[in-house]
């Protein structure tokens, strides 16, 4: 049986499992739950691969920009949701797939469903490993998941073709610790796959389909003007079962849900379940707006409040992940905390709007631009910063090496700065 993803929730429920039931956290939340086991029973029992990171690029890799479709404008139904998605539906079906990680035929043999004991930390470091996320241990200290380095449970979900060449979208978490993958198209034919790259920040990976021929490409949306309101559907395996379609509406936009720096997801009411992770989330145009990655539930099955990755945050990603095999973004080495309007108060300041410089590296961009702890940053080039959050992305998004014009205000005056980018490294933002 495959262990579908998990779509960074909790696998469902067995029907006869104890009524006992298990406090864990998740994202800051304190759910309770009934035990869990580890797999859902879809087919033939399956392990992860050995772990690895982004393999070499391919050779024309560098052209691939040239092939990613520019985005299109975003589309409003005109009243509510559609009568009908059938014809969307027949035209996207081609460019939605399922990805599979299987296991070698030895290691097959090894694989028996497990379920989750009353013990919370052991609770917690099986979602960890499962699901991709981080959970907090019993003193509140945020744990990140384990690389895993031996054979893994197999996983089961979702992806999207971006390229005729049959370049593949998907979250990290579906892939985490494969370098090779099963690609199976609408139509029943699988292809291998070969993993580019990841990027574990906003959970997105490559795949790239070892098939001949041409492949059907998504279409891209306009995931920055999309709205609350605004009609969309979602294509994937949830649970294994292919070709599933699922529609609702956007119920909000810039969900911070804990799952990583970069959090800025679209929150819809589209049914997701496990194995929904990395499909498309779509307008009511058929364009992709967003990566379907994670839903929030005290059940483990839907409840109506999925989280989608913005499809211009995903595509700027993929694409160097395309290109190069992995993910280079802009660092100045600060700390950054929301500027509250209680600290503002403190502070003796009425604004209550940007980022708060927390701490500032020794000898990094920042402190070489002039930045300084307690300075409050209200714009970045051309973008205002209303939190913390908005600096973040500002400063990932800008190209290495460049100077960008920043403001700040600094005991009641306004500063202006010359802030130069560095390369990201791990450590602070």
């Known amino acids: 049986?495959?262990?579908?993803?998990?779509?960074?929730?909790?696998?469902?429920r067995r029907a006869n499992a104890r009524r006992t039931r298990t406090k864990i956290v998740i994202f800051n939340r304190r759910l309770t739950v009934r035990p869990v086991i580890a797999a859902v029973a879809l087919g033939t029992t399956a392990l992860v691969g050995v772990a690895g990171g982004a393999i070499a690029a391919d050779d024309g890799r560098a052209n691939i920009a040239e092939r990613f479709t520019a985005p299109g404008p975003a589309a409003v139904a005109s009243t509510g949701v559609h009568a009908s998605l059938s014809d969307m539906v027949e035209a996207v079906g081609p460019s939605v797939v399922q990805i599979q990680v299987k296991p070698s035929s030895a290691q097959e043999q090894q694989f028996e469903p497990t379920q989750f004991g009353s013990d919370d930390s052991e609770l917690a470091d099986r979602l960890g490993?499962?699901?991709?996320f981080g959970l907090q241990d019993r003193r509140g200290n945020r744990e990140a998941p384990e690389q895993q380095q031996g054979p893994q449970r197999g996983s089961l979900g979702s992806g999207f073709i971006v390229d005729a060449s049959g370049i593949v979208i998907t979250n990290n978490?579906?892939?985490?610790?494969?370098?090779?993958?099963?690609?199976?198209?609408?139509?029943g034919r699988e292809?291998?796959?070969?993993?580019l790259g990841r990027d574990p920040k906003i959970d997105v990976a490559v795949v790239k389909i070892d098939g001949q021929g041409r492949f059907t490409p998504i279409k891209w949306g306009d995931s920055d003007h999309i709205r609350a309101g605004d009609s969309v559907f979602a294509v994937g395996s949830p649970?294994?079962?292919?070709?599933?379609?699922t529609s609702g509406i956007v119920s909000a936009r810039g969900r911070e849900i804990g799952a990583g720096p970069y959090d800025d997801f679209l929150q819809v009411d589209a049914a997701i379940n496990s194995g929904n992770s990395g499909g498309p989330l779509f307008d009511g145009a058929g364009r992709v707006v967003g990566v379907n990655?994670?839903?929030?539930s005290p059940t483990g099955g839907n409840v109506g409040i999925g989280f989608a990755i913005p499809?211009?945050?995903?595509?700027?990603?993929?694409?160097?992940?395309?290109?190069?095999?992995?993910?280079?973004r802009g660092r100045i080495g600060v700390s950054?905390?929301?500027?509250?309007?209680?600290?503002a108060s403190a502070m003796g300041s009425s604004i209550t709007k940007g980022a708060l410089i927390a701490e500032v590296e020794d000898g990094g961009a920042a402190a070489r631009s002039g930045l300084q702890r307690g300075d409050v940053v209200r714009s970045f080039g051309s973008k205002p910063v209303n939190n913390g959050r908005d600096l973040a992305r500002a400063v990932a998004e800008a190209r290495i090496g460049s100077i960008v014009p920043t403001q700040v205000l600094r005991d009641g005056h306004q500063v202006s700065l010359n802030l130069r980018i560095g390369s990201e490294s791990l450590g602070q933002s």
């Open 336 to 343: 950054l905390q929301d500027l509250t309007p209680e600290i």
């Open 191 to 195: 292809f291998s796959g070969r993993v």
């Open 129 to 132: 490993q499962l699901f991709g």
């Open 239 to 245: 649970f294994g079962l292919g070709n599933t379609v």
């Open 293 to 296: 990655t994670a839903i929030f």
């Open 311 to 328: 499809a211009a945050m995903a595509r700027k990603v993929a694409l160097q992940i395309a290109q190069t095999g992995h993910v280079s």
């Open 173 to 187: 978490h579906v892939v985490n610790g494969a370098d090779r993958v099963t690609v199976q198209m609408s139509d």
């Open 1 to 12: 049986m495959f262990a579908t993803d998990g779509a960074h929730c909790l696998v469902p």
